[in-house]
């Protein structure tokens, strides 16, 4: 009897475990068919045509996104003129971003600040990631970078289009590429001036694709969001309040 009852037991909680993973994976299906996927709904990753976006529920491992990286690969930016981080004016029909914080003080704290950069740990680690981890910083380097909003992963592929690296000065500005729901550049620097060390942000941007245009509002709290968040990781990185 009591043998019975423990397969029921056993065969009842499998029956229930299927049934949540079953609707879990159908609402998965249901919301890429409502985004327009064009792909099998059974296999990961998704479309890999070139203007198609890579979303999931969960963080998919680190292999999954390489061919969404390799993808990619030879596409052009998505938005023109490039290098406008590198201008002082604002750029005309993009949203114009900056930040310019003081992190530290000193030669040590400003070496730990450029490796912060190298290690891609500008990102904050709570809800960014960058695939691959290991991706050297060089113009022409492709990554992904995955941001979980509204409980989705959103794969958004950038490359690297230049590098800064003079003395007192560290750091590179990325470009969109097709695959990624809004246009822009975005650069990432760290200085050193008169002994302190300031770590700065400067960003054009503009929403590419439908849904990045019908949450504009949301997109910008979440551009504002990525900066505070960035900055503060970066002082954590250097031991400062």
């Known amino acids: 009897m009591f043998q019975r009852r423990s397969k029921r037991c056993l065969f009842l909680f499998f029956k229930g475990k299927c049934r949540r993973q079953f609707f879990a994976f159908h609402f998965e299906v ?102 691959p981890e290991n991706a050297p910083i060089e113009a022409g380097t492709t990554v992904a970078m995955c941001a979980r909003f509204l409980g989705i992963w959103w794969g958004l592929p950038c490359r690297i289009l230049y590098v800064v690296n003079e003395p007192g000065r560290f750091g590179f500005a990325y470009g969109t590429l097709p695959g990624h729901v809004e246009q822009g550049e975005e650069l990432f620097l760290v200085e050193l001036e008169n002994g302190e060390v300031f770590y700065q942000i400067k960003a054009i941007s503009r929403p590419r694709h439908w849904l990045a245009k019908l949450g504009y509002p949301l997109m910008r709290l979440l551009q504002s969001k990525f900066r505070r968040d960035s900055a503060k990781d970066m002082k954590i990185k250097l031991n400062r309040p």
């Open 30 to 131: 249901t919301f890429k068919r409502w985004l327009g996927y064009q792909e099998p709904i059974f296999r990961f990753p998704v479309s890999l045509q070139k203007n198609s976006m890579h979303l999931s529920l969960r963080l998919p491992a680190k292999t999954a996104w390489q061919p969404h990286i390799s993808s990619q690969n030879h596409l052009p930016f998505s938005y023109e003129p490039l290098h406008t981080t590198q201008q002082n004016q604002a750029i005309p029909d993009f949203d114009n971003d900056f930040l310019r914080v003081k992190i530290g003080e000193g030669e040590t704290d400003f070496h730990q600040a450029c490796e912060a950069i190298r290690r891609w740990q500008m990102f904050p680690a709570a809800w960014t990631k960058i695939f």
